[in-house]
C-alpha cells in the first residue's frame, strides 16, 4: 500500500517530463528542417549578411578566409543560426503550449501577447543592425584607416563580429517587455523606474561601451535605442495599469 502512495505522486511529474520530451523534440525537428531547406542557400545567406561592408570596400576588395576549413564552416554557422532565427516562434509556442495549461486566466491574456512582442522586438533589433547600424560603422571602419593599409576582412572575423552585433541589438530591443514584467509584476513601479531615468540613459551608454565596437558611432545607435525603449516599455506599464484600474502619477 505505502509503495503505490509513493507512485502515485511520480505520475504527473513523469507525464509532464514526457510532453517536455516531446516539445524539445519537436522543435529540434523544425530547426533541422529549416537548417535542410536554407543549407542549399548557404553562400547566398552570407554574401547577403557580408553585403553592408561589401558594398563599402574599394572596387577589387574581397573577403578572405585564413583557416583551410572557412569557406564552408562559415556559412555553416550562419546558416545554423539563420535556421534557429526563422524556427523562434515556433520553439516559442511549445513552450507556450507546455506552460499554458498551468498559468491563470488573467496570466495567458498577457502572456501570449508578451511572447509575440519579443519574438517581433527581437527581429527588429537584428534588422535594425543590419539596415541601419552596420552600414554606419562599416563606414566609419572603412574610411579612418591609413591610405596604404588594403582592408581584407577574414570570414570568420566578420561573422563572429556580426552576431555579436545581431544578438545586441536584438537583446536591446527587449527592454520594453523586460520593463511592463517588472512593473506588472509588481518587482518595481512605473513611479520609481521614472525616478531612475538618469541612471538608466548612463546604464545604457556603459552596456552599448561594452557590447558593440570602440566606437562612438554604434555605442550611441545602442544606447539611443535602448532609452527610447525603456520609455515605451514605461509608457506601455502606465497604460495597462490605468486599463486596469491602477493610478499613476504623471511627473
Known amino acids: 500500500m505505502s509503495q503505490q502512495q509513493d507512485e502515485q505522486p511520480q505520475t504527473p511529474l513523469i507525464d509532464h517530463l514526457i510532453e517536455l520530451r516531446s516539445r524539445l523534440l519537436r522543435a529540434v525537428l523544425v530547426v533541422v528542417i529549416a537548417f535542410a531547406a536554407l543549407y542549399g542557400f548557404s553562400n547566398q545567406i552570407y554574401s547577403f549578411v557580408a553585403e553592408p561592408l561589401m558594398a563599402l570596400l574599394p572596387p577589387g576588395s574581397q573577403m578572405i578566409a585564413t583557416e583551410v576549413a572557412s569557406p564552408f564552416l562559415a ?19 511549445q513552450a507556450w503550449a507546455f506552460i499554458a495549461p498551468g498559468l491563470y486566466a488573467n496570466e495567458k491574456k498577457f502572456a501570449l501577447p508578451l511572447l509575440a512582442s519579443s519574438v517581433l522586438l527581437f527581429y527588429g533589433g537584428a534588422a535594425f543592425a543590419y539596415y541601419v547600424v552596420f552600414p554606419l560603422i562599416f563606414g566609419f571602419f572603412t574610411t579612418t584607416g591609413p591610405e596604404n593599409v588594403q582592408i581584407m576582412t577574414d570570414i570568420n572575423a566578420y561573422l563572429s563580429f556580426v552576431l555579436k552585433l545581431f544578438f545586441a541589438f536584438g537583446l536591446a530591443f527587449e527592454i520594453p517587455v523586460a520593463t511592463f514584467l517588472l512593473v506588472l509584476t509588481g518587482v518595481t513601479t512605473v513611479q520609481a523606474l521614472s525616478a531612475k531615468r538618469p541612471y538608466v540613459v548612463i546604464g545604457c551608454f556603459i552596456v552599448g561601451m561594452v557590447l558593440t565596437p570602440p566606437d562612438v558611432i554604434s ?3 545602442l544606447a539611443g535605442p535602448m532609452w527610447l525603449l525603456f520609455e515605451i516599455g514605461i509608457l506601455a506599464a502606465r497604460l495597462i495599469r490605468r486599463t486596469r484600474g491602477g493610478r499613476d502619477e504623471l511627473e
Open 75 to 93: 556559412p555553416f554557422k550562419l546558416t545554423l543560426i539563420v535556421a534557429v532565427f526563422a524556427a523562434i516562434p515556433f520553439v516559442l509556442y
Open 219 to 221: 555605442q550611441a545607435l
